[in-house]
């Protein structure tokens, strides 16, 4: 088990009333955000499977996610040490509260989402076996 600590500023700068061009290839890439209040990115992963996943994570708030490309599953735990899938649709946003990741099942960094989240919060880390209610 791990814990990460997010404050604000958690984002880079960002010109505005122009394109972000996000690196291709990258697990996840804040892209901008509103200081004290939100920030957004793009998430890619690099599992191609579930058995490629390891950990779980919690944030202490929900955040959003929007399938933009390819396909990206959903790794939910079902809160008794183990794990549901759900995969993402385009056009349908999925709000996440329960520890999770996600892999792409066309392979390595094969999907992408846009992902919501606030400027500060807090993330518990651990494998699906210690997620229990």
């Known amino acids: 088990m791990r814990f990460v600590e ?9 010109p505005v009333d ?4 996000p690196i291709p290839g990258e ?7 509103d200081a004290g209040h939100w ?3 793009i998430y890619s992963p690099p599992e191609a499977r579930r058995a490629d996943c390891g950990e ?6 929900p955040e959003l996610f929007l399938l933009l490309s390819g396909g990206v ?3 939910l735990s079902d809160g008794q040490g183990g794990v549901r899938e759900l995969p993402l649709q385009p056009g349908q946003p999925v709000l996440v509260e329960t520890p999770h ?6 392979g390595p960094h094969s999907g992408t989402c846009f992902v919501v ?15 229990q209610k």
């Open 6 to 14: 997010t404050r604000p500023p958690s984002f880079p700068h960002a």
């Open 56 to 61: 779980l994570e919690r944030h202490d708030c």
């Open 39 to 41: 920030r957004v990115g």
């Open 117 to 131: 989240e606030r400027d500060s919060f807090d993330t518990e880390y651990r494998v699906p076996a210690e997620w």
């Open 18 to 21: 122009a394109s972000l061009a």
């Open 27 to 33: 697990r996840w890439q804040v892209m901008c955000g």
């Open 73 to 75: 599953t959903l790794v």
């Open 101 to 106: 990741t996600a892999y792409c099942p066309g």
